[in-house]
């Protein structure tokens, strides 16, 4: 769900950070429209409200583990943690863990790739917020997800800066609610870079 | 002769037996941290009054003996966060002994200790900067950024970055390896930390030093959790200073 119909209507840190963000045309590929979170993080208002309205919906939910996605989500996902005395637990690429992972590969447009999280990170039954800048597809949330609850946690929700609904209206992910600040945007909006 | 890190003011007194006696005085104010700290090396002073932090004799001192002690942090926290490092050998290859933080993510605790520790150093020193290298300094920046009120700017490997940015070359073990950041990101003059979970050989820090002093920032520290001083990274910072919680030999 988005955050302006679930509680923010009419916030103005939904703008702010709207605007903090800085669309890169045809990156890394001809037609992407790259939404590039790296002029929020140089706004220091609008990284401090995307920070407090995940820490605001977090804060009471029991949640004990943050996982986070390398590698944007890694820069979004411990703030949260510090906030609400979550564990951080970052989901990496292949080989970057050392001592025994667990791994779960997914699907690209071309080929796979493959998310490793570390064994003996979460306990089963533990509650999980997974992080990550962006959702288009999916595949990298749904990886994150399976890794997950393989390790018999039960995964709370997806947080997303900046996504869309997956299939129109399907703001569910293998079951697990998606919660996304902003909608991508396709102008280029003048901004801080 | 001895190094003097930055942030310390330098007082000689000639002594009648023709030896110096040089005591060095913590300029700045911090608000009193929680915690007092214990030990002769008082980096976190409790009072906002400039204080001797400690004295010694340039006779026979060794610089690498003195320097370490400024700039590797004391306080009752360090013992925890120190406890939670995982240490992993021979990763990622044989005769590597890895420093493992994940581990010290997962004590929220520890954790949170560990970013006190550099907020409670860096707020009111007017960083408008933290640069993080990619990825384990992406763990550790933000929270610093947010907490002192400056601008966080990850510095990535190759290709990552979209939209215009510059480059820097950097050596590793075997072969070369490239750091990027964006162009604006940072202006010249602004104050900066760089910020990474480690220093080993320094490599991967001056890469970062080097790319915002092209454009003209200020470097005015490097930050790690964990220091590898057997490798001498903080040597071949260029002069920046460096500042550690943990040194792990």
Not at chain 2, 183 to 197: F, K, M, W
Request: hydrophobic share 45%; aromatic share 8%.
């Amino acid at each position: 769900m988005f955050a302006e119909e679930n509680g923010l209507h009419g916030d103005p840190r939904i703008k702010a950070i709207s605007d903090a963000i800085r669309v890169v045309p045809h990156f890394p590929k001809p037609g992407i429209m790259f939404q590039d979170i790296t002029t929020l993080l140089l706004d220091l208002k609008a990284f401090r409200y995307a920070v407090d309205i995940f820490v605001d919906r977090y804060r009471d939910k029991q949640i004990s583990v943050v996982a986070g996605v390398e590698a944007r989500g890694f820069i979004f996902g411990p703030p949260i943690a510090l906030a609400i005395g979550a564990k951080f637990v970052p989901l990496r690429k292949p080989r970057k863990l050392p001592g025994e992972v667990i791994s779960e590969a997914y699907v690209l447009e071309y080929g796979t790739d493959c998310l490793e999280m570390h064994v003996g990170a979460v306990q089963p039954g533990e509650s999980v917020l997974i992080v990550d800048d962006l959702v288009a597809t999916g595949g990298t949330l749904s990886a994150a997800i399976r890794l997950l609850e393989r390790a018999g946690a039960e995964v709370v929700e997806c947080a997303c800066v900046i996504g869309l609904p997956l299939v129109k209206g399907n703001w569910r992910l293998n079951g697990v609610p998606l919660y996304v600040l902003v909608e991508p945007r396709l102008d280029d909006l003048e901004c801080t870079l | 002769m001895l190094k003097i890190s930055l942030g310390f003011h330098k007082c000689i007194r000639h002594l009648p037996s023709g030896n110096s006696e040089i005591s060095l005085k913590l300029l700045t104010s911090f608000t009193p941290p929680v915690k007092q700290p214990t030990g002769a090396l008082c980096f976190y002073p409790s009072s906002a009054a400039a204080r001797t932090v400690k004295r010694f004799s340039n006779m026979a001192a060794s610089n690498s003996d003195h320097n370490q002690g400024y700039t590797v942090a004391k306080d009752d926290r360090i013992s925890r966060i120190s406890s939670s490092i995982r240490v992993i050998p021979d990763f990622p290859k044989p005769g590597i002994i890895f420093q493992d933080i994940t581990t010290m993510l997962l004590d929220p605790v520890a954790f949170r200790d560990t970013i006190d520790l550099f907020v409670e150093r860096y707020k009111e020193k007017n960083i408008s900067v933290v640069a993080g290298v990619e990825a384990r300094g992406f763990i550790f920046g933000p929270p610093i950024a947010l907490a002192i009120g400056a601008k966080f700017v990850p510095m990535r490997k190759p290709n990552k970055l979209p939209g215009a940015v510059i480059s820097e070359e950097y050596s590793l073990e075997y072969g070369t390896d490239i750091m990027e950041m964006h162009v604006g990101a940072v202006q010249a003059g602004e104050r900066t930390l760089v910020i990474d979970d480690l220093i080993a050989t320094g490599g991967t820090l001056v890469a970062a030093i080097k790319l915002l002093e092209r454009v003209g920032a200020n470097v005015v520290e490097c930050a790690c959790v964990i220091e590898l001083p057997d490798l001498k990274g903080r040597d071949r910072l260029g002069g920046k200073p460096l500042f550690v919680l943990v040194s792990s030999t």
